[in-house]
């Protein structure tokens, strides 16, 4: 067996390591060492014009907790479900004659599950849009 | 393509199947329940006859060999064990029944297929089937906010580990172009020193360690244990373990104990584990977090068989892993029986236990004290064959702290069989009333519990020939 990777991937543990180790102490230093000049230097003024969200100016109106209609949310992840199904329908349908019917017999299963899926998430209303009858 | 040697699985494909279409039938939670017993049941008795079935399926990433089958049998008499104490499942929702029993068999389908899995993609797909079945099962729990949190929080940890151990599956496999494991078995032992190699087997076990809830990985248990179903709580805790302890046990095999960092990387985290466990323990106050706790102390003392790479270390896992399915889930009957409203239960609720229900209460002891490892019950055999696998090899400390953690574990472990036996109890708390049938379950484990723990021979020697089939 040829490894894809030659061992180039990754330094060897040493003494690569000590390098890593001085650059990761370097960077830990430096970060540290801004962050409390500046929180020790730095003017403090805080008044609300300044802590507005918005730097520009505008005064932003409403609550930022919009509710969002589920049923969007639903259809969301139906569509990922039944979307991901696409990628192995047509990787087999490229491989189809090779595979022969092993793989027909194992597509057909997966279809079968999905399908089961679909049936299950109708059968309990995940598809039901607008207002609920009663 | 022998379809006989895979029917414990086919068995637990069509219970799911069953209750998923019983999901969508009206609701009749009588009737679930029987169902699940006995189809459950039909599938304990498919693995226990095929227990010596040999074989390869799926071009060779699927082994069916005398260790797979051990493994399967435990799981699924866990998986048994689970449905019998649901007959009040009192903390999932009427209409969710069905869902409760098809999650639960499709995870333990899953947790089938990662024991039998010998293929680096199978064993993925198997880790992250059985995941996601768990996750739902713990955001079913009655009463919206505490399955809730606690499932995000299983989730979000989860998702991170998965996505870590991917990257070390992806090392690897990168470093030595192999994906089955009996290519990877001889190829890892000549490059094992090569970093990407090494990095790529620690990274690939992290998402083991997730679910085993070792160390760094860990802080999910106690929350999940809370929130979730009190079944729930109690099929993560026994059979969702057993089969992490095959899967660490067929990856570490793979390095051929060639690796001294591995060994100790393995040994840091069983210590910092038991140490952490144990002592969180101690301040638990709810009866389910400190199961949890315990079952974290416990993923170390596995983790110290484990790391052996001997043949007696494997014995030993093996058979703790059986310890712990007995032992845990003799706890959550227990549980299950005080709390049959599904609330969560504190552990000075417990007071009087031997008063108003002396067999459960018997039980109760009989568990705690295996768990503390005190002799005759499965739990000191259990400790006994780790310690001395670990001393064969040379770990004289590793086991030193072993020792003084069991110690510590006692103390927490006899404050609530002292709340069981010693305090009186409260005012009102008549005589308890069980599940029809608890009674006898009960004895049946304290009688296995105590007579594996005097006389494990002949289970002793099947698990020896299931580590002779891993090597």
């Excluded at chain 2, 459950?40 to 095929?50: D, F, I, N, P, Q």
């Excluded at chain 2, 955001?139 to 940890?157: A, H, N, W």
């Excluded at chain 2, 227990?334 to 709390?339: L, P």
Aim: net charge neutral.
């Amino acid at each position: 067996m040829e490894p894809i990777l030659r061992s180039e991937l990754l330094t060897p543990w040493e003494p690569g390591i000590f390098s890593l180790v001085l650059f990761a102490a370097v960077v830990l230093v430096l970060v540290g060492f801004l962050l409390f000049i500046s929180a020790w230097l730095g003017e403090k003024s805080p008044n609300p014009d300044k802590l507005r969200p918005y730097e520009s100016g505008i005064i932003p109106t409403g609550s930022a907790r919009l509710r969002y209609p589920v049923p969007f949310f639903l259809v969301a992840i139906f569509f990922l479900i039944f979307d991901v199904e696409g990628a192995y329908i047509f990787s087999w349908a490229v491989a189809c004659e090779r595979i022969g019917w092993a793989g027909w017999m194992q597509m057909s299963f997966f279809i079968a599950v999905l399908l089961l899926g679909l049936v299950y998430i109708w059968q309990k209303g995940g598809l039901e849009w607008g207002p609920k009858k009663d | 393509m022998n379809w006989m040697i895979f029917s414990p699985e086919i068995c637990c494909l069509a219970t799911a199947l069953v209750f998923l279409f019983l999901s969508m039938a009206p609701v009749d939670s009588r009737r679930d329940y029987i169902v699940a017993i006995a189809l459950t049941g039909v599938a304990v008795c498919a693995s226990l006859a095929g227990i010596h079935a040999q074989g390869e399926l799926f071009h060779g990433t699927y082994r069916i060999d005398l260790f797979s089958q051990v493994f399967k049998s435990m799981l699924l008499m866990g998986l048994f064990l689970v449905v019998v104490i649901s007959s009040g499942l009192n903390g999932i929702e009427r209409r969710y029944h069905p869902e409760f029993y098809m999650l639960l068999t499709i995870c333990t389908l899953a947790l089938m297929m990662l024991v039998s899995a010998v293929h680096i993609l199978t064993l993925y797909v198997a880790l992250e089937l059985s995941s996601y079945s768990l996750y739902i099962l713990v955001f079913l729990r009655k009463g919206r906010d505490q399955g809730t949190s606690s499932g995000m929080k299983f989730f979000l940890i989860g998702a991170s580990a998965s996505a870590t151990m991917l990257f070390g599956l992806a090392l690897l496999y990168g470093a030595t172009n192999a994906a089955y494991f009996r290519v990877l078995i001889e190829v890892i032992p000549g490059v094992i020193h090569q970093p990407e190699v090494i990095l790529g087997l620690a990274l690939a076990l992290c998402g083991f360690f997730f679910k085993m809830a070792v160390f760094p990985f860990h802080f999910w248990a106690p929350d999940v244990y809370e929130g979730a179903a009190h079944q729930v709580a109690a099929y993560i805790s026994t059979a969702s373990k057993v089969a992490v302890i095959a899967v660490l046990l067929r990856m570490a095999a793979l390095t051929g104990g060639a690796s001294t960092h591995l060994v100790h990387f393995l040994a840091i985290l069983a210590i910092i584990s038991m140490t952490v466990g144990n002592l969180t323990a101690i301040a638990q106050k709810d009866l389910k977090r400190l199961l949890a706790f315990s079952s974290i102390a416990h993923a170390g003392y596995v983790l110290v068989g484990i790391l052996c790479i001997s043949p007696q270390g494997n014995t030993s896992a093996i058979f703790y892993a059986l310890t712990v399915l007995l032992l845990k889930f003799t706890c959550f009957l227990v549980v299950v029986q005080v709390a049959f409203d599904g609330e969560n239960i504190e552990i000075d609720r417990l007071a009087g236990l031997h008063r108003r229900s002396p067999i459960m209460a018997l039980a109760l002891m009989t568990a705690l004290f295996g768990l503390a490892g005190i002799p005759p019950t499965i739990g000191f055999t259990g400790k006994l064959l780790i310690f001395t696998a670990a001393m064969e090899k040379g770990y004289f400390a590793l086991v030193l702290i072993a020792m003084f953690n069991v110690v510590i574990s006692l103390y927490y472990y006899l404050l609530v069989v002292r709340a069981a036996y010693l305090l009186e109890p409260a005012e009102g708390e008549g005589a308890l009333a069980p599940m029809p049938g608890a009674g006898i379950l009960a004895g049946t484990l304290v009688a296995a519990i105590v007579a594996i723990g005097i006389y494990p021979t002949p289970i002793l020697e099947l698990i020896r020939a299931a580590a002779m089939a891993l090597g």
